[in-house]
């Protein structure tokens, strides 16, 4: 046997394990990723989510990330590529009531989940009371990081709500409504604009807490 049939051989299993690796998505074709040579054939995958309340069915290579699925696949270019890294927070989503960075997974992991982006909170008729606030409290200045914020706070509230404990939580028993909780929570959400207290202050406003926290 020669190393040539060896390599050929392995190249086959190779193959066989990347096709045995996605069949919980149903691989419906081969095809070329976009951007990637013939030489590289790539199964694609078939996924179905629902998103801002539609049912949603891509075909994807599996290698495509939530972030890229929506902006690429779908036009949803609400939500941003920053870092591409989980570095910046400009891509959060919701996903089944969770803030995710969708940077950082792949569509293919969303099987039949619910997906909520920027667009889907509220539209220019008819604002999300976040969104209302961020315009009230100029939570923003270039605004590229503002969708990841609005869906992070969105999120955040609800997470309070719900008793969730974050890093600066004193008691885990009782959840309290605070400016450090706050930001402590959208931390991962960075503002090159420096936009941080006009933030804040949107936040507090659409939970009800007022915009300026009681000192006394
Ligand atoms: Fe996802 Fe920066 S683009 S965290
Ligand atoms: Fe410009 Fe936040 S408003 S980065």
Do not use: W
């Not at 996924?47 to 599996?62: E, F, K, R």
């Amino acid at each position: 046997m020669t190393s040539e049939n060896i390599s050929r051989r392995g190249l086959l299993h190779g193959s066989a394990a990347l096709v045995a690796a996605v069949p919980a998505f149903g691989v419906v074709q081969a095809g070329v990723a976009p951007g990637h040579k013939a030489s590289e054939r790539t199964s694609m995958a078939s996924v179905g989510m629902t998103i801002n309340g539609q049912d949603v069915h891509l075909q994807l290579d599996p290698r495509t990330t939530l972030l890229d699925a929506l902006r690429e696949h779908l036009h949803l270019t609400g939500t941003k590529k920053g870092c591409d890294h989980g570095q910046c927070g400009a891509c959060t989503v919701i996903v089944e009531g969770r803030r995710i960075n969708s940077c950082l997974t792949l569509a293919v992991m969303h099987e039949g989940e619910e997906v909520t982006t920027i667009e889907g909170l509220g539209t220019p008729d008819k604002l999300h009371p976040m969104q209302k606030a961020f315009i009230v409290h100029d939570g923003y200045q270039c605004g590229y990081c503002t969708p990841g914020q609005i869906c992070s706070a969105v999120a955040v509230l609800d997470e309070i709500e719900a008793g969730i404990p974050s890093h600066v939580t004193d008691d885990l028993d009782h959840v309290a409504f605070s400016d450090v909780e706050l930001r402590e929570r959208m931390s991962g959400n960075i503002c090159r604009c420096a936009a941080y207290p006009n933030i804040i202050a949107a936040i507090r406003d659409a939970s009800g807490h007022g915009a300026a926290e009681d000192k006394a």
